[in-house]
């Protein structure tokens, strides 16, 4: 009997946690198929009658489109995905794997930049770019996040430091360098761990919305974050429209959850919640 109390009492607790995470995000794609009359005379719970798609038309081939601020993004992630990942499996490998002076040292200073806000860089890193001339364009909102990151870079290690030294000393006998041990031993091994940080970075700079903010101006490299943002401040009043945006920018990210779930649940038990 207490067993079973227990057990209807985490279900409880479990199906009030599930309510309060979905039922935003639900209310958000109900209000986005309204029209903004049945939205302004109906109560906000009350289900669309009839069921309409003006909204995403709108934002997907009318006046108000989404697709040039979703192509940037897209390109986005793709160059930092690709750029932080080789940089930070170099980089790991260098901490991990080959002996130089002050290579400790050097790795605990710059795990220690974890502990720096991103805000409190913004600044410093807009002045470098924009003495760069990178202010307002593409390169300007990549570059600060290609060349690694030390969460990445740490995870690596700790994991190519796991490897047993007879696997690779075996492979260097066969006459591979450090970079077939890398490629041909390290990273098959790796891809757990690699998978992890693939979503992980997707999903941060999917969302980073403060960093294209800061550095671009006007539409032309305006991600999907900013230009959501941007039509909340211009049409406040419709609501109908902005939720159509918010439902738009995140579906493709439960697109990934519903691919990669497994990958998902892996993660978060190899590096816990980020």
Known sequence: MRILRRAVLTYLALGLGAIVILAPYLMSVQTSVKTPRQF????????????????YAKLLVGGHTLIPPLVITVQVVLVVVLGQLTCSVLAAYAFARLDFPGRDALFWVYLATLMVPAVAVLVPRFVLLSEAGLVNTFWGIVLPATFGSPYAIFLLRQFFRAVPQELLDA????GAGHLRVLRHVLLPL??????????????????????????TSGARWQ???????????????????????TTLATLPLLVLFVIFQKHIVRSITISGMR
């Open 40 to 55: 302004a005379q109906q109560p906000p719970l009350a289900p669309p009658d009839p069921v309409t798609g003006a909204n």
């Open 171 to 174: 492979a260097r006998i066969d």
């Open 190 to 215: 790796s891809r757990p761990i690699l998978a992890t940080l693939l979503i992980i970075t997707v999903v941060t700079h999917w969302n980073d919305f403060l960093w294209p903010l800061v550095v």
């Open 223 to 245: 991600v999907l974050t900013v230009a959501v943002a941007g039509l909340q401040s211009q049409y406040h009043g419709n609501w109908t429209l902005v939720l159509a945006a």
